[in-house]
């Protein structure tokens, strides 16, 4: 008897490391694949086709982890509509906004002068214009117009009394560099200082002493103000005035009854639109 407990008393000496060592590693190794299975558990799954037969129609697929959280859609926001969150506020950089407005062009005709006396003047001009603006930083913007106004050319005062020169179109391309004052803000004053060249088509002399006519291609500073003001969504109403300063040469006729005149039209430019951001 006392043999036998002695025997028992041996083995259990010997299988008690093990024993402890197998108790060890079924704690660590079994309790990392319990938490890897319960990891694995809690990853969205996606189903992907793996199999699919052009004779039977029958298709195989698996289930693989979706690692990368789907992104919550973007929320609906109408074209006319403002929503938070969605709608950004003002203009800042990177934004493209496009305007269509009507524009006057109002010569000043500040001087002028004529080889038989008297002065040159032109009549206003109101026509649809079209700009777009590029916001290189929150503050500066480019634009440019673009527009297309008639005017009636008059020389008072001459040697021949009041002479109806002509009519002319004139397009007078501005690109305008501007400082908006308030970005990211509904209401976004504005100054810029840009060029102006006046380009005249479809000139059509008045008759009488005017048989011709020929106004030349001219360019000069503008100096703008405006604002912008977010009325709904993308959606903005203008308000801009430039004045351009602008020293035109005319002619009327050819040798040896030519006259030539020059003058200041100096116009002021001013326009109303509504514009969107894209």
């Not at 209401?187 to 810029?192: E, L």
Request: proline share 6%; glycine share 10%; aromatic share 10%.
């Amino acid at each position: 008897m006392k043999k036998s407990l002695s025997r028992l008393a041996i083995i259990a000496a010997v299988f008690a490391p093990v024993a402890g060592y197998a108790q060890n590693y079924s704690n660590t190794n079994l309790g990392s694949a319990v938490n890897q299975a319960q990891n694995a558990a809690s990853v969205p799954m996606v189903r992907e086709e793996i199999w699919a037969s052009g004779w039977s129609g029958k298709v195989q697929y698996r289930d693989v982890p979706m690692y990368k959280t789907p992104k919550a859609p973007k929320p609906h926001c109408g074209v006319f509509q403002t929503c938070p969150g969605v709608t950004k506020i003002g203009l800042g950089k990177g934004d493209f906004i496009v305007r269509l407005g009507a524009l006057a062009t109002i010569p000043n005709n500040t001087s002028s002068r004529t080889s038989v006396g008297g002065r040159i003047t032109a009549s206003n001009g109101v026509m649809a214009e079209l700009s777009a603006n590029y916001f290189v930083t929150d503050n500066l913007a480019f634009e440019l117009i673009a527009s297309s106004t008639r005017h009636s050319i008059w020389a008072k005062g001459t040697a021949a009394g009041n002479v109806h020169v002509g009519k002319a179109w004139v397009i007078p391309p501005t690109i305008t560099a501007q400082w908006h004052f308030r970005p990211h803000k509904a209401f976004n004053p504005y100054v810029g200082v840009g060029l102006t060249v006046a380009f005249w088509h479809n000139v059509k002399p008045g008759g009488g002493i005017a048989q011709k006519i020929g106004l030349e291609t001219t360019v000069g500073p503008a100096f703008n103000v405006g604002f912008d003001y977010q009325v709904v969504g993308n959606w903005f109403f203008n308000m801009d005035a430039k004045q351009i300063l602008l020293n035109q040469r005319v002619h009327i006729n050819d040798s040896p009854n030519r006259i030539d005149a020059r003058t200041s039209l100096n116009p002021t430019v001013v326009s109303a639109g509504i514009g969107y951001r894209f």
